[in-house]
Each structure stands twice: as C-alpha cells, then as structure tokens.
C-alpha cells in the first residue's frame, strides 16, 4: 500500500528523521509500530510568513511495499575514444553536462578549460585570500567546475523552457550529491562538497573515453569563410572537431575581446551591479523566523528575497537581493590582477554566523552614454572600470571597500567596521567614490526601503563591501532560437552564461545538454 499526504510540519517534524517517520504515519492513520511502514519526503518547503515556522512537506508513506526509488538509475556511458570529436570550451556546469550529454548521444567531447583541475585550484583560490596574488587563469571563476563550484552551489533555478531540471538534479546525486537535492524546493550542495561532485563528473567523462584538457586556453577560431572547424590553444595546437560549444563563462572578456576582434556578431547586454550586504546570520534569523533569540536545533539559516523599484534622473530600475547566502562567506572573486570582486558562497551546512547578500542595480545600455564607443562591449569595459576604481579605493590589494550600512544611506564614512567572513580584509571608504552615482543613489533608496520591509536589516551592525560586478554576462553571443547556433558563424554553439543564456548551475547545465544535442543533430547525425 502507498499513500500520499500533504503535510504541514513543525521544524522537528520535518527534520527529525524519526519524528517525521511517526508524525507520517500517525497522519496516514498507521501505527508507529506497524512493521514494514516506511515514510519519506519527497516535497519539501518552509513557510516562515507567520508567527510560526511551519514546513510544507509531499510525503509517501509505504506499507508492505518497497519504495520506488527516488533516483531512476542512470545510464551506463558508452565508450566514445573513436567517435567523432566536438569540441566543448569551458569546464563549468554548461561545459561539463555538455560533455556528457555528448557522450550519451555517441560523441566524443574535447572538453578545453584554461584553468587547473579542482584540486588543483585551491592553491590559487588560497593565495588570492592569503596573499592577495590573483592568477588570471586560475581562481574563484576560472578552473575545472566553474565560478558555482567555489562560489556556493545553489541549484535553484526558475528556468523551466530549457529542459528537465530533474534530470540534471538526479545526474548530480549519481555523482555524489545527497538526495536532499531532490526534495528541497531550494536545493544547495555547498562548496566543500562540490568539488568532490565535479571531479566524479571529470571521472564519468574520461572513463567514457572524452578528453579534458586542463590549463589549455584558447587563443583563435579556426573559420573557413562561415564556418568554425576548431580552436587554436596558447601553445599553438590546432584543434579541429564537428562543431564549437563556447561555454565559458560570465567572466571570460579575452574571449569577448576575440570574438569582437574576429568581427564574429556579440551584443552590449544590459547585466547588474552593486555590493554585497553582510549581516549576522542570528538577525536575520531572528527577522525571517520571528524568533527572540535564536532559530532553535531544526531550522536551516534562513534567507531572504528583496526587490525596490527606483528612480534617479527620471529612470526607473529596479534594485535587488542576488545570491543570497545565508551562513555563508564573501569570497575574493576577481579574474584579473588589479580589480576587487566580490561574490558569496555557502558551505553545505551554512554554519557560518555571517549572512550576505549582493544587492545590485539593474544596469541599462541607455545608462552607460559614455561607454558606446566600446560598441558590444560597452558594459562589460563599464563593469571592468568600476572593479578597477574599487581595487585603487581599496588601497591596491585585494583589501575591499566597505561603509557600514546606515552610514552608506546617511553618506558618512564610517569610524570603524564589523568583523567579517571576507578574508583578505577591508578598508573604510566611501562607496560612492566607487560606485558610480546612478548605483549608488538606488543603492541608497534600496536599502532604507528594505529595512521598512525587513525591520531591523537597516542597521550599522551591518556592512556593504564592493563590489558585486558578476552577476551575468554584459555580452550575449546571438544564437538562433531553435537551432542554438550563432546566426552567421555556422558549427558555433554560445553556451551557458557567458553566451547570456543561463545564470547559474541548473540553468547552465540544461543549457550545455541542449547546445550538445542541436550540435549532433546538425553536424553529426546528418
């Protein structure tokens, strides 16, 4: 027998595996001592908008019958060592679910990153914190697994056009990530899990005979007329194959620089800049939770989702919460030698006793008069000098600007600041000698109109640190709609979120499986 129930849960209910068994069951009209009973969660979300936290929860209760698995058993992949080749830039989530979805259809993927494998780059992820030495080719964004492997892992995504994200999410949990993934309604890995999971999906790619070459970068296109053949590497190698994915990522400008050189079609895209906000994990808590002194032994850190519409000089737009992490860490996230990015990151267990948030300006073309010179390229060249004016504000170093909160909004340079999770170390400064004033002034009415919302987040107990610059790509590759491929440069497939297509690890991931399944279809199959 099976039954299903819809369930509304106290927190220990829901997350006291042996309460929740009982509770189940009780519900289902069953005894706790009914043998061969078994209950399990298959839905799970918290509904904090009243006085008390309850937790919504699609349950299954099972009597004498064994539960369908959660996880439908993955395909075995075939061996592709002499198939023909595709080639695959970039070693992210697009990348890497590119890959596999090519050796599922009988192809055999050449999977080029510029960075180290993922081991490899937590030597130079550490001396960026440590030293304050950023490797172009190695760090928060560039390297095996991408920018969401080192960058918190939220698996949450509102994509639901570009395929089956419980496809995607059953792939990760073959690969390592607990099944936990597939119950949440916000799921999270966490980055001390995540490379572990990445380097299990480097495994399945290469025992499947695909290739993957590490510190490899790519320096040219090898065209004929419209048509892309392959990639030149920096030593010279020539690399030919059936088609071009480029799923290289939001932060990849040489890349943009040479497509643009090439006279290859890219476009300005309007993106999203700010800071990130960091707050006590226990006030927020405290705020989202109604609780009075702490969320208690069953609740998850909490977090939050802020929006504001603005106006400055006669324009509206909109102001907002990005990657909120809660008990989480601001990671040094720059690409480059002399440009201060920040960016957040939560550990599985988010335990950490600081939250943070990007909380960023919508950013238009028509905003930016002064940078149409720079033709497509015009917010990603506005975006690099914003990061630069924060490293020279900052003192040169990877030591980031920051203003307490309600001196920001009352435009005083704060006395002193909070302890941080930012480990290379903050400098007082004014933020709006760094932001730009069309940021800076929406900033400001963005964070005195979410204290109204959330009472207590304006507070001095709080700190912005700058600046939070990479929340997607400012160039889109065009690409046809139904077939993926770039309009004018026949073979070539612009993938993930550095095409424009995608803006994080679920919606990457699907995107990469649909770009290899157009690519086959068109230069393989036919």
């Given at each position: 027998m099976k039954k299903e129930l819809l369930l509304q849960l106290s927190p220990q209910e829901a997350y006291d595996e042996e309460v929740f068994r009982e509770t189940a069951l009780k519900r289902a009209g069953i005894s706790a001592e009914q043998p061969n009973a078994y209950a399990r969660q298959v839905k799970r979300s918290i509904d904090a908008r009243g006085r008390q936290v309850r937790v919504n929860v699609t349950a299954e209760v099972f009597v004498n019958e064994a539960p369908t698995p959660l996880l439908t058993t993955p395909k075995a992949y075939q061996n592709v060592s002499n198939a023909d080749p595709v080639i695959i830039v970039g070693a992210g989530p697009a990348g890497l679910f590119a890959a596999l979805r090519a050796i599922e259809l009988g192809v055999k993927p050449i999977l080029i990153e510029r960075g180290k494998d993922v081991r490899a780059r937590r030597r130079d992820i550490a001396a960026i914190n440590k030293d304050h030495i950023v490797n172009p080719e190695s760090n928060y964004c560039f390297g095996e697994g991408g920018a969401g492997t080192y960058s918190d892992g939220k698996l949450y995504t509102r994509s639901k056009k570009r395929g089956d994200i419980r496809r995607i999410m059953e792939?990760?949990?073959?690969?390592?990530?607990?099944?936990?993934?597939?119950?949440?309604?916000?799921?999270?890995?966490?980055?001390?899990?995540?490379?572990?999971?990445?380097?299990?999906?480097?495994?399945?790619?290469?025992?499947?005979?695909?290739?993957?070459?590490?510190?490899?970068?790519?320096?040219?296109?090898?065209?004929?007329?419209?048509?892309?053949?392959?990639?030149?590497?920096?030593?010279?190698?020539?690399?030919?194959?059936?088609?071009?994915?480029?799923?290289?990522g939001h932060s990849a400008r040489d890349i943009f620089h040479l497509l643009h050189s090439k006279k290859i079609l890219i476009e300005a895209k309007p993106f999203a800049l700010g800071v990130r906000v960091e707050h006590s994990q226990n006030l927020i808590d405290r705020i989202q939770y109604h609780c009075e002194i702490d969320r208690g032994p069953y609740l998850p850190a909490s977090s939050y989702a802020l929006v504001n519409q603005t106006m400055f000089k006669g324009r509206q737009r909109g102001v907002f919460s990005f990657c909120m992490c809660p008990?989480?860490?601001?990671?040094?996230?720059?690409?480059?030698?002399?440009e201060i990015v920040v960016n957040g990151m939560s550990p599985s267990r988010r335990d950490s006793k600081f939250a943070n948030s990007g909380i960023v300006v919508a950013v238009e073309l028509e905003d930016l008069p002064q940078y149409q010179k720079y033709g497509p390229l015009a917010a990603m060249m506005f975006q690099a000098e914003v990061e630069q004016k924060a490293w020279k504000v900052g003192g040169e170093t990877q030591t980031a600007p920051a203003q307490r909160l309600v001196d920001f909004t009352e435009k005083k340079v704060s006395k002193s600041l909070l302890d941080t999770s930012y480990q290379p170390g903050l400098e007082s400064a004014d933020m709006y000698e760094v932001l730009p004033d069309f940021i800076s002034e929406r900033l400001r009415q963005g964070f005195i109109d979410f204290g109204k919302k959330m009472k207590g987040y304006l507070t001095n107990d709080a700190q912005i640190i700058g600046v939070e610059s990479r929340t997607s790509s400012p160039v889109r590759i065009p690409r046809d709609k139904e077939s993926f491929e770039h309009p004018i440069i026949k073979g070539l497939f612009p993938c993930g979120e550095g095409a424009g297509y995608a803006g994080g690890i679920v919606s990457a991931a699907m995107d990469g499986e649909r770009c290899a399944e157009k690519l086959v279809e068109m230069y393989v199959l036919k």
């Open positions: 792939i990760l949990v073959a690969h390592g990530a607990t099944e936990d993934i597939l119950v949440d309604a916000h799921p999270h890995i966490g980055t001390n899990k995540l490379p572990i999971l990445v380097a299990e999906l480097r495994k399945s790619i290469l025992d499947a005979g695909g290739e993957i070459l590490f510190e490899t970068k790519v320096t040219d296109l090898i065209l004929d007329s419209n048509e892309i053949k392959g990639i030149t590497t920096h030593t010279g190698e020539r690399i030919l194959g059936k088609g071009v994915i480029l799923a290289t008990g989480g860490f601001i990671v040094p996230a720059a690409t480059s030698p002399g």
